[in-house]
């Protein structure tokens, strides 16, 4: 079995993983964003009736890896917080 200072280095690199999912979570988001302002920009001025759904599901979508980015800094404090009643 794993000692208390194993559990928490343990517990640092998760975190320190999850870190790094946090940015790519930036890269994501900010991608998607992108891809919305460019399709509004290209449909403007057409006569599309779905195109508002379409800028519609840009943002749901951004919106999604906001939830996601929140989920994993929870998943992270919580973590921290196993780790500082070790």
Not at 62 to 79: G, H, T, Y
């Amino acid at each position: 079995m794993a000692n208390i200072d194993e559990i928490r280095a343990g517990i640092g690199q998760a975190n320190q993983r999850a870190t790094e999912s946090l940015g790519a979570l930036r890269h994501v988001r900010q991608s998607v964003e992108e891809a919305g302002a460019v399709f509004s920009q290209n449909i403007f001025g057409t006569a599309q009736n779905d195109a508002d759904e379409a800028r519609a599901a840009f943002a749901a979508a951004a919106e999604k890896v906001d939830e996601i980015e929140q989920s994993v800094r929870i998943a992270m404090a919580s973590a921290d917080d196993v780790g500082s009643r070790l």
